[in-house]
């Protein structure tokens, strides 16, 4: 019973724990303060830490905050309530954000905005209440009490009437974002902040349109020389819609851009009327539709002398086949010293119309359609133009010739800055010419594969990444910074060819390790990017890495990037935590140490064994324990097909074959006798040999001397017989000493012989020729079988 009780409880405290994690689940929270709650489905405010500084609400379906929901985050300073169903707002409810510096209640229910919500959010810098039902603002003033507020985002499709005093006493404006499509009234100095705002973005959509007038009033609140003015979602298509300009000259603005826009050669042309002798230096349009073929020469009598910069993106323009002839935009294009024209279908400018382009310093058209068919008459500098460039951008474009491109700008004797990123190059002359000044080449993501001198040495900042790269010799003195990520180099370039570098991104190459001696040939390198790359993680570089490295540069892209590609057991771990043991640190050391004791020591065993004869005595004990197996007792004697089996040595053969056997086989009785060289079967190993002659023989005779105990062969007979001398039949050996020898000169390994010379009498050979006969007499007798 009492397990059942325990295993409920775990069961329950497990539960428990489990419905725990998955509450504070809904949102997340990490160790900067920072709690991400969006997108949970909340109806209300979740508990989250108190000491929470960032709180992420949006994307939920929060309809109202009361008093206490935020009344415990005192600390916090970012609160996201973007996207959800807001229709109540305690006058309370951000009491005690007094850190608060960032709220965003945009895109909820909010049909009044209270000046008591904001009365304690002292610390508000950012404030969005765009997309909120609310239809009016003021005349009571709201933000007053929001004495540090920088950015304000306001406004909606209901809003209706703006009054005077509803924005009051924003002093302190960097920024204003203002929705106003269907506002029908709006009261004099509404948006005008005593200081003027740092950029002011309109969203007033067809307002310009409908009710210029309205417009107006408010352009001429916004207008300022040193307020940048952006106009947002407009449709201009008539004379009319553009006659809120006229307040844009007046207030002098000096910066204008249009964003999200749609405009005809009519509007245009009249626009350009209204700013006849605008301070205007600076016109962008962004993401505009244009419908025309630029037929604007109606306006070529006003006068734009301000005019400095264009900045052009996203064009579409409809039928910009029609636009080339620009000639009749002289009277614009002269002015500028900066154009970009950036993604607007720019595929020619034609050679007659670039003399127009005589002040330009910059000239970004990069994405766009330019070939090498049309970049030629595009920089044609036959009549004085580009004589000013200085920065020349051409990135995403569809050329092809580099050799081309290098022959066209050299015309170009300022040119400082050349970004020829994203074409298809390929490949590069031997030889290219460049312009002296030239400083910073971007050469990234070209295709290119090989580099040759084609390159100007004059640079001081060489963009080549996202190429195909393997290797880089060339000689740079003055280059500072160098980019080579995304390439296929194994090693560091040699550090001697840029003498003033420093700066080296080398990122995404396939770089195995660096170490001391190729980072110390760069002299006067400060900064290395060199993550993901295939690093062999071996102990030199992880220790170098570990420790020296950050003496001799400053890793920019952070050390975690750099991680271990091999050995595959370290695949993905960041450098930084590996840790490596002695073993594999001194592997090959260690290993070396290792073979050479196995072979000293199998050096040693094969030592001992030779002096111990350990080899020959493990022959005959083989060969002793084969002869046991068989059945050795009782053999008959027609199995005994020699008298005797003769051992000798081969120093001794003489005597053997030509007396012994003479003498024993020749004259009668004779005696067979079986000799090694003459009846041993060949092919076998010869201690079968030896053991099979010894089985089949009734006796063994051995022919001692000096040369006999040190043949090795004379060994295994002697041995192998004395093994049958004491098994069987106690007389089967007879000696016959050929000369003397001393009992002492018998190395002592040869006991057995030893003994046997000792307990058996043996036949001397003698030296005197009348003694022999006896000698014969005594061996035959020694021979001869016992009759049974
Ligand atoms: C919060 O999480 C959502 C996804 O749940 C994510 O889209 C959003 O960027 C996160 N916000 C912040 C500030 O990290
Ligand atoms: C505020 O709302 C929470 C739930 O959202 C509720 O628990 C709490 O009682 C409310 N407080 C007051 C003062 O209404
Ligand atoms: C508001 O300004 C317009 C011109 O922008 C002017 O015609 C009008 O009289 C002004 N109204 C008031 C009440 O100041
Ligand atoms: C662009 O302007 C149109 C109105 O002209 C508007 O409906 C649309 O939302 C705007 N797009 C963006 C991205 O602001
Ligand atoms: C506006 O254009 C119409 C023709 O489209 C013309 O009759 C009228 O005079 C123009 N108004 C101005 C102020 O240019
Ligand atoms: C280029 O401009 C077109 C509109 O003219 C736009 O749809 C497209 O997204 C732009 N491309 C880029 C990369 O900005
Ligand atoms: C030209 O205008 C571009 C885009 O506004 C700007 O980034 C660049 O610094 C300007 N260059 C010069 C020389 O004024
Ligand atoms: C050139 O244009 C590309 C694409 O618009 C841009 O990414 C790059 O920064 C520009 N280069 C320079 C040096 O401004
Ligand atoms: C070179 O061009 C690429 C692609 O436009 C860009 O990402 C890179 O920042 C440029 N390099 C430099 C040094 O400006
Ligand atoms: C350092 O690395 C280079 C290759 O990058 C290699 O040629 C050189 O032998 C290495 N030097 C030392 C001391 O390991």
């Given at each position: 019973?009492?397990?059942?009780?325990?295993?409920?409880?775990?069961?329950?405290?497990?539960?428990?724990?489990?419905?725990?994690?998955?509450?504070?689940?809904?949102?997340?929270?990490?160790?900067?303060?920072?709690?991400?709650?969006?997108?949970?489905?909340?109806?209300?405010?979740?508990?989250?830490?108190?000491?929470?500084?960032?709180?992420?609400?949006?994307?939920?379906?929060?309809?109202?905050?009361?008093?206490?929901?935020?009344?415990?985050?005192?600390?916090?300073?970012?609160?996201?309530l973007h996207k959800?169903k807001l229709r109540?707002i305690?006058?309370?409810?951000?009491?005690?954000?007094?850190?608060?510096?960032?709220l965003d209640l945009s895109l909820n229910n909010l049909n009044n905005l209270s000046p008591?919500w904001f009365?304690?959010?002292?610390?508000?810098?950012?404030l969005n209440l765009v997309g909120n039902p609310y239809s009016t603002v003021g005349p009571a003033p709201i933000f007053?009490?929001l004495?540090?507020l920088?950015t304000l985002h306001l406004g909606s499709p209901s809003l209706r009437e703006l009054h005077k005093n509803g924005l009051d006493?924003l002093?302190?404006l960097?920024e204003m974002t203002f929705f106003g499509s269907n506002l029908r009234s709006y009261e004099n100095g509404s948006l005008k902040a005593?200081?003027?705002i740092?950029?002011v973005s309109l969203s007033l959509q067809n307002l310009f349109e409908s009710d210029p007038e309205l417009v107006s009033k408010v352009l001429q609140d916004v207008?300022?020389?040193?307020?940048?003015?952006i106009i947002k979602d407009v449709?201009?298509?008539?004379?009319?819609?553009?006659?809120p300009?006229?307040?844009?000259?007046?207030?002098?603005?000096?910066?204008?851009?249009?964003?999200n826009?749609?405009?005809?050669?009519?509007?245009?042309?009249?626009?350009?009327?209204?700013?006849?002798?605008?301070?205007?230096?600076?016109?962008?349009?962004?993401?505009?539709?244009?419908?025309?073929?630029?037929?604007?020469?109606?306006?070529?009598?006003?006068?734009?002398?301000?005019?400095?910069?264009?900045?052009?993106?996203?064009?579409?323009?409809?039928?910009?086949?029609?636009?080339?002839?620009?000639?009749?935009?002289?009277?614009?294009?002269?002015?500028?010293?900066?154009?970009?024209?950036?993604?607007?279908?720019?595929?020619?400018?034609?050679?007659?119309?670039?003399?127009?382009?005589?002040?330009?310093?910059?000239?970004?058209?990069?994405?766009?359609?330019?070939?090498?068919?049309?970049?030629?008459?595009?920089?044609?500098?036959?009549?004085?133009?580009?004589?000013?460039?200085?920065?020349?951008?051409?990135?995403?474009?569809?050329?092809?010739?580099?050799?081309?491109?290098?022959?066209?700008?050299?015309?170009?004797?300022?040119?400082?800055?050349?970004?020829?990123?994203?074409?298809?190059?390929?490949?590069?002359?031997?030889?290219?010419?460049?312009?002296?000044?030239?400083?910073?080449?971007?050469?990234?993501?070209?295709?290119?594969?090989?580099?040759?001198?084609?390159?100007?040495?004059?640079?001081?900042?060489?963009?080549?990444?996202?190429?195909?790269?393997?290797?880089?010799?060339?000689?740079?003195?003055?280059?500072?910074?160098?980019?080579?990520?995304?390439?296929?180099?194994?090693?560091?370039?040699?550090?001697?060819?840029?003498?003033?570098?420093?700066?080296?991104?080398?990122?995404?190459?396939?770089?195995?390790?660096?170490?001391?001696?190729?980072?110390?040939?760069?002299?006067?390198?400060?900064?290395?990017?060199?993550?993901?790359?295939?690093?062999?993680?071996?102990?030199?570089?992880?220790?170098?890495?570990?420790?020296?490295?950050?003496?001799?540069?400053?890793?920019?892209?952070?050390?975690?990037?750099?991680?271990?590609?091999?050995?595959?057991?370290?695949?993905?771990?960041?450098?930084?935590?590996?840790?490596?043991?002695?073993?594999?640190?001194?592997?090959?050391?260690?290993?070396?140490?290792?073979?050479?004791?196995?072979?000293?020591?199998?050096?040693?065993?094969?030592?001992?064994?030779?002096?111990?004869?350990?080899?020959?005595?493990?022959?005959?004990?083989?060969?002793?324990?084969?002869?046991?197996?068989?059945?050795?007792?009782?053999?008959?004697?027609?199995?005994?097909?020699?008298?005797?089996?003769?051992?000798?040595?081969?120093?001794?053969?003489?005597?053997?074959?030509?007396?012994?056997?003479?003498?024993?086989?020749?004259?009668?009785?004779?005696?067979?006798?079986?000799?090694?060289?003459?009846?041993?079967?060949?092919?076998?190993?010869?201690?079968?040999?030896?053991?099979?002659?010894?089985?089949?023989?009734?006796?063994?005779?051995?022919?001692?001397?000096?040369?006999?105990?040190?043949?090795?062969?004379?060994?295994?007979?002697?041995?192998?017989?004395?093994?049958?001398?004491?098994?069987?039949?106690?007389?089967?050996?007879?000696?016959?000493?050929?000369?003397?020898?001393?009992?002492?000169?018998?190395?002592?390994?040869?006991?057995?012989?030893?003994?046997?010379?000792?307990?058996?009498?043996?036949?001397?050979?003698?030296?005197?020729?009348?003694?022999?006969?006896?000698?014969?007499?005594?061996?035959?007798?020694?021979?001869?079988?016992?009759?049974?």
């Open positions: 019973m009492r397990l059942v009780g325990t295993m409920t409880a775990i069961i329950l405290i497990m539960f428990i724990l489990a419905q725990g994690l998955e509450c504070s689940q809904t949102c997340k929270c990490d160790q900067m303060y920072f709690c991400n709650c969006s997108s949970n489905n909340l109806h209300q405010v979740p508990t989250v830490p108190s000491d929470v500084l960032g709180l992420d609400l949006s994307f939920n379906q929060i309809e109202s905050i009361n008093m206490t929901d935020l009344s415990s985050y005192n600390e916090l300073i970012i609160l996201n959800n109540h305690h006058r309370d409810a951000f009491k005690s954000q007094h850190n608060l510096e960032v008591s009365h304690k959010l002292k610390s508000l810098q950012q007053s009490s004495v540090n920088r006493v002093t302190h960097d005593a200081r003027p740092g950029s207008s300022h020389p040193e307020t940048l003015l449709t201009m298509k008539t004379n009319t819609s553009t006659e300009f006229k307040m844009v000259k007046e207030g002098g603005t000096k910066s204008l851009t249009f964003q826009s749609s405009t005809t050669d009519q509007a245009l042309t009249s626009f350009l009327e209204f700013m006849d002798g605008s301070p205007l230096s600076f016109i962008g349009l962004e993401d505009i539709q244009f419908v025309g073929i630029g037929e604007w020469q109606k306006a070529k009598y006003t006068h734009h002398d301000s005019l400095r910069t264009a900045y052009l993106r996203n064009i579409e323009i409809e039928g910009f086949f029609g636009f080339s002839s620009m000639i009749e935009l002289g009277f614009l294009l002269k002015h500028f010293h900066n154009v970009s024209v950036i993604n607007a279908t720019v595929f020619v400018i034609p050679k007659e119309t670039t003399f127009l382009l005589k002040n330009l310093e910059y000239m970004d058209l990069s994405q766009n359609l330019l070939t090498d068919l049309t970049i030629q008459p595009t920089l044609y500098t036959g009549s004085g133009a580009y004589q000013n460039l200085n920065m020349l951008n051409v990135s995403q474009n569809v050329l092809k010739s580099l050799g081309l491109m290098s022959r066209l700008v050299t015309n170009l004797k300022k040119l400082k800055y050349l970004d020829l990123s994203y074409n298809s190059f390929v490949s590069m002359p031997e030889k290219c010419s460049w312009p002296v000044t030239l400083r910073f080449l971007n050469l990234s993501s070209t295709k290119l594969s090989t580099l040759t001198p084609c390159l100007p040495s004059s640079l001081t900042v060489l963009d080549l990444s996202e190429n195909d790269l393997k290797a880089f010799k060339q000689r740079f003195p003055h280059l500072t910074t160098l980019i080579l990520t995304g390439n296929r180099l194994m090693k560091l370039p040699d550090g001697k060819l840029f003498p003033s570098l420093n700066t080296l991104l080398i990122q995404r190459n396939a770089l195995r390790m660096f170490n001391q001696s190729s980072l110390r040939s760069f002299k006067t390198l400060l900064y290395l990017e060199a993550g993901a790359n295939n690093f062999v993680c071996s102990c030199k570089f992880v220790s170098f890495f570990k420790k020296d490295v950050e003496d001799l540069i400053t890793l920019q892209d952070g050390r975690q990037n750099y991680v271990c590609n091999t050995p595959f057991t370290l695949r993905g771990n960041a450098i930084d935590s590996v840790r490596l043991s002695v073993f594999e640190c001194y592997m090959i050391p260690a290993v070396s140490v290792l073979c050479f004791g196995i072979i000293t020591a199998l050096g040693l065993v094969v030592l001992t064994c030779h002096k111990l004869h350990v080899i020959w005595y493990l022959q005959m004990t083989k060969a002793w324990i084969q002869a046991k197996r068989k059945p050795a007792v009782g053999r008959l004697p027609e199995e005994l097909r020699y008298d005797a089996f003769v051992s000798y040595s081969q120093h001794d053969a003489e005597w053997v074959e030509e007396i012994l056997v003479a003498e024993l086989e020749d004259t009668q009785p004779s005696f067979s006798l079986c000799l090694h060289k003459r009846d041993f079967r060949p092919g076998r190993w010869i201690v079968d040999n030896i053991i099979d002659s010894i089985e089949k023989s009734y006796r063994t005779l051995f022919v001692l001397s000096e040369h006999f105990v040190s043949s090795e062969w004379c060994r295994y007979e002697l041995d192998f017989s004395h093994f049958r001398i004491m098994d069987e039949h106690n007389d089967s050996a007879v000696l016959v000493l050929l000369e003397p020898i001393k009992k002492e000169t018998i190395p002592k390994r040869f006991c057995k012989l030893r003994k046997i010379m000792n307990s058996r009498t043996y036949l001397e050979w003698p030296e005197d020729e009348d003694k022999r006969d006896e000698f014969w007499s005594n061996l035959r007798a020694a021979l001869q079988r016992d009759e049974c």
